[in-house]
C-alpha cells in the first residue's frame, strides 16, 4: 500500500527536512516513528528538502507499508511521539504510481517580513526588518522581470554535493503585498533550486530598501551567474505553503 502523507513542521529547531547524520531532521523524526508503528525500517519520500530553520505548513511525503486498519488509527499512531514541531496533518491511501515529489505539478512558498521588530509570537517566522523601509511599488516592479519560464542559475545556490538540477523554472506568480507593517512574497512555481526562493526574497529585499533597482533584477537573472549581488534572506522567513498535484 502507498500513502501519500501531509505534515506541518516549524523548522526552527531542525536541520531540514531530509535525513542526515545526527538525526536532527524532519524525515528522521518522522521514519523513526514509522519505525515503532510499523515495527520494522520504513523510508519516507518527500515532495522537496526544506533548509534548516525553514518551516511549512504542508509538505508532502509518501511510503509503502501494509495496513489493515482504518486510516484515522494510522494518522493517530504516526502523530504520537513525535516532537510538539512537527505534526502529521493528513493521510490517505493513494496509487502506486503517485510519487511525492515526482508527481508534483508545483509548489507555493511564502516569505514574511515586518518593518519593525515582530513581537515573540510571530518572530520565529518572520524576518524582522528593524529600521529598515520597503518600497514595495519598486519591489513589485522587480518582480515582474522574474515571472515566467527563465533560467534561475543566477539565483541558486550550489549544494556542495555535485548534484545537478535543470535550472530553467517556470515561476508563474510572484507577488509583494503588504498588510500595514507587515509584507508577504508569494511564490509559486513549477519548483525551485536550492536556495532559490531565499535568494529572490533577499534580492527583492535589497530592491525594497534601495541596495539594488528594479533594472538589477533584470541584469542577474539574464547573466545566469551567481554573484555577491545576490544575497540569502534568513531561513526563517519562508515557509512551504502548498503543494500542487
Keep these: 500500500m502507498r500513502w501519500k502523507c501531509m505534515v506541518a513542521f516549524d523548522g526552527t529547531d531542525f536541520f531540514g527536512w531530509q535525513s542526515q547524520v545526527g538525526g536532527n531532521t524532519v524525515q528522521d523524526y518522522i521514519e523513526r516513528r514509522l519505525e515503532v508503528v510499523f515495527k520494522q525500517p520504513v523510508r519516507i ?6 533548509d534548516s530553520g525553514v518551516h511549512a505548513t504542508e509538505l508532502v511525503f509518501h511510503f ?8 484515522k ?6 502523530r504520537v511521539g513525535l516532537p510538539k514541531g512537527i505534526l502529521i496533518t493528513g493521510v490517505r491511501r493513494v496509487p502506486d504510481s503517485f510519487h511525492a515529489r515526482y508527481s508534483s505539478e508545483g509548489k507555493r512558498y511564502v516569505y514574511r517580513l515586518y518593518e519593525g521588530w515582530a513581537t515573540p509570537f510571530e518572530s520565529r517566522y518572520t524576518y524582522s526588518l528593524e529600521n529598515r523601509k520597503l518600497d514595495v511599488e519598486k519591489m513589485r516592479a522587480a518582480a515582474a522581470y522574474l515571472v515566467g519560464r527563465h533560467d534561475f542559475s543566477a539565483f541558486a545556490a550550489d549544494r556542495g554535493d555535485d548534484s545537478r538540477e535543470d535550472p530553467v523554472k517556470d ?6 503585498i503588504r498588510r500595514g507593517k507587515s509584507v508577504r512574497i508569494v511564490f509559486e512555481g513549477s519548483g525551485f533550486l536550492y536556495k532559490m526562493a531565499r ?6 529585499i535589497d530592491v525594497g530598501t534601495g541596495k539594488l533597482a528594479p533594472d538589477n533584477i533584470k541584469t542577474i537573472l539574464e547573466s545566469r551567474v551567481r554573484t555577491s549581488l545576490v544575497v540569502t534572506a534568513p ?7 502548498k503543494v500542487f498535484y
Design 171 to 176: 515561476l508563474r506568480k510572484l507577488d509583494v
Design 64 to 71: 509503502d507499508s501494509d495496513w489493515t486498519h482504518p486510516v
Design 199 to 204: 535568494s529572490i526574497a533577499g534580492s527583492l
Design 45 to 50: 519520500h518527500g515532495c522537496s528538502r526544506t
Design 235 to 241: 531561513a526563517h522567513g519562508l515557509t512551504l505553503e
Design 73 to 78: 488509527h494510522l494518522l493517530r499512531a504516526m
